[in-house]
């Protein structure tokens, strides 16, 4: 099995739970819980054929709960799994829980000890951070050499990871999974005499360097940028758009709280503990969290927890089927987990990874393009920017510069500079059609969304 789960290499869960029990017996610790992440990165930046930057990093993190005889729970953090740091860190957690919240306290999963999926995550050894240099230092050259106009690469990036997952508990949980990665990113910068820079990137991801399709990135990143040459303004108004599969899965995960069972206990969301069962898109469209997909990267068979991961129908016909859950969540309100928690000083929920698409029978919406073979224009958004600042995810509202194209009679035409504004139920309910083929992106897998009638601001 690629996936080890039960602590051959690497970390030995066995023997870190025997000296956890050791421990927590001499301190009168009976109930506990351990989650853990360590990795080793490798990673390389290069400038005009030179390095830029080389690191090397081991990192650890590490979050211990105890629960004392009143049921509080303390915790604490450390990066040191020594006995020593475990003893320190146990300790710490028990004087903690003296002032543990009597209001949220959570509990153990009731499914940490369930079987979990099988996953085919080889383990790929590193190549070592001067073979990374010189593959970027090619990878470099050959984008520049696409195209004249092209003059640096600004930010790139090649890198290596080995990492661990552990979860451990006293009732018996050992849960442990290694991992393998490696991603490369390409952003180059063109520039023109008496026009504007305009700018590209692209990105590839898989469990060895060996793996990575350097070449598909370089192409990539060069017909993107190369393609944006060529621009000019857009006038201000309501267009019918399509978003790329990256795009639209970068705004639906800035409104994920719209799924998120913590956001809505905490009265942040979208939603409401009665929403489950509302229509809050059109009756073609599914979302579903699937951390489990083969083309997953990095894909973890279990959550904070100990919680087996698995597949989650959040919108099925447009309907609102399930939240994400942590345990304490779950038990609010009165389901099981699902797999989505990330454990800390407060459990955190969180989506993996979104599946978005027609439901099956559905047709899919593909009958309203047709009104896109006439000559009104349309406008292609290709990537969004500033989700950090543009969007207000308790409200639903969005404001967001975008990278794109304006098609008219099927002509594209970059746009130099534009926003693209909403509301996110708005445009669940606004999707008129999917075209193409589902993309696998880093974060989840989509095909090309047709949206009628979106606010576009052009530079004034």
Not at 96 to 102: E, H, I, L
Not at 279 to 294: M, R
Not at 321 to 349: D, I, N, Y
Request: proline residues 5%.
């Amino acid at each position: 099995m690629a996936n080890n789960t039960n602590g051959n290499n690497g970390l030995n869960a066995n023997a870190l739970r025997a000296s956890l029990e050791q421990i927590a017996a001499a301190n009168g610790i009976r109930r506990w819980d351990l989650g853990a992440a360590c990795s080793t990165d490798i990673s390389v930046q290069v400038d005009r054929g030179e390095a830029k930057q080389m690191k090397g990093a081991q990192r650890s993190s590490i979050t211990v709960r105890v629960w004392n005889d009143e049921g509080l729970v303390g915790v604490t953090s450390t990066s040191d799994l020594t006995a020593t740091g475990l003893e320190r860190a146990l300790s710490g957690a028990k004087e903690a829980s003296a002032f543990g919240n009597p209001d949220d306290i959570p509990a153990f999963s009731p499914l940490a000890t369930a079987p979990l999926a099988e996953l085919d995550q080889p383990i790929h050894p590193p190549q070592g951070i001067l073979r990374l240099l010189e593959t970027l230092k090619e990878a470099e050259s050959d984008l520049l050499s696409r195209h004249a106009a092209i003059s640096t690469v600004p930010y790139n990036g090649l890198a290596e990871r080995i990492s661990e997952r552990l979860y451990l508990n006293s009732d018996g949980a050992c849960r442990q999974q290694q991992l393998s990665t490696a991603s490369l990113y390409l952003y180059a910068r063109a520039e023109q005499t008496g026009r504007k820079p305009r700018s590209a990137g692209a990105v590839r991801l898989a469990y060895g360097a060996n793996d990575l399709d350097i070449g598909g990135c370089i192409s990539e990143a060069a017909e993107r940028t190369i393609s944006h040459l060529n621009y000019e303004p857009i006038n201000t108004g309501r267009y019918s758009c399509v978003f790329s599969p990256e795009a639209f899965l970068d705004l639906v995960g800035a409104f994920s709280n719209l799924f998120n069972a913590r956001a809505v206990l905490d009265g942040v969301s979208l939603s409401n503990r009665n929403s489950i069962g509302e229509t809050v898109a059109v009756p073609f469209l599914d979302i579903h969290d699937n951390g489990l997909h083969p083309a997953n990267i990095g894909a973890s068979a279990f959550d904070g927890e100990g919680t087996p991961t698995k597949r989650l129908a959040l919108l099925e016909g447009g309907v609102l089927r399930h939240f994400l859950h942590s345990e304490a969540t779950a038990r609010a309100f009165g389901v099981s987990p699902t797999g989505h928690a990330g454990l800390g000083a407060k459990v955190s929920v969180g989506p993996d990874w979104f599946e978005i698409g027609a439901t099956p029978g559905s047709g899919g919406g593909q009958s309203g393009l047709d009104r896109f073979k006439a000559a009104e224009p349309i406008v292609w958004i290709d990537s969004l920017s500033a989700l950090h600042a543009g969007v207000k995810a308790s409200q639903g509202s969005f404001s967001l510069p975008f990278d794109g194209w304006l098609i008219r009679n099927g002509e594209p035409r970059s746009i130099e500079a534009a926003t693209v504004a909403g509301d996110i139920r708005q445009v669940l309910k606004a999707i008129i059609g999917f075209e193409g083929d589902a993309k696998v992106t880093p974060d989840g897998l989509c095909p090309m969304v047709w949206v009628e009638g979106l606010s576009i601001t052009g530079e004034a």
